[in-house]
């Protein structure tokens, strides 16, 4: 599942000024790797001369959910989550003035503290850039089928996201 879309090409090209709207390809990055991810890489990635704000998120893998310490964790991918993450990618750079976007999401087995998703949206103002960043992590979350195995310290584990 490591396919990766990323024109770099368009960062400094498609400039519209007069009502700052959004380039006609914003998705500079999108990939479900089982590789540690890079919260350089996304941010390079959303590089625009026009942009006045980029917006990143950074999830990691914390030590505890739902009131049970968690010792261990792993994501899985529906085959379909690519295409699922180009989708909600799409939506967002429809509806807001994005200037690139980007976002990786990390499958595999990962260690407390290693970093499970990194995305980043840059837009003319802050504004929009904050608003489209949230919206694209929050639709991430609720429509990628992207899962969790969670295992305990207790021994016992659990399913997120199913």
């Known amino acids: 599942m490591a396919q990766e879309h990323s024109s770099p090409a368009a960062r400094h090209g498609d400039r519209v000024h007069p009502g700052e709207s959004a380039v006609a390809d914003p998705i500079r990055l ?14 390079g990635a959303v590089g625009d001369d026009a942009a006045g704000g980029t917006a990143l998120f950074v999830g990691t893998v914390r030590d505890h959910d739902g009131g049970a310490d968690v010792a261990a964790l792993g994501y899985s991918a529906h085959p379909t989550a690519e295409a699922e993450l180009r989708r909600v990618a799409e939506k967002v750079a429809a509806d807001f003035p994005v200037r690139a976007l980007a976002a990786v999401h990390r499958i595999g087995d990962l260690a407390i503290g290693d970093l499970a998703v990194v ?19 929050d639709d991430l979350k609720a429509e990628v089928p992207i899962w969790k195995h969670q295992t305990y310290a207790d021994g016992s584990d659990g399913w997120v996201g199913v």
């Open 30 to 43: 999108l990939a479900i790797r089982d590789t540690p991810l890079s919260v350089d890489e996304v941010f």
């Open 119 to 137: 995305v980043a949206v840059s837009c003319p103002h802050r504004a929009e850039a904050f608003a489209a960043c949230r919206r694209l992590i």
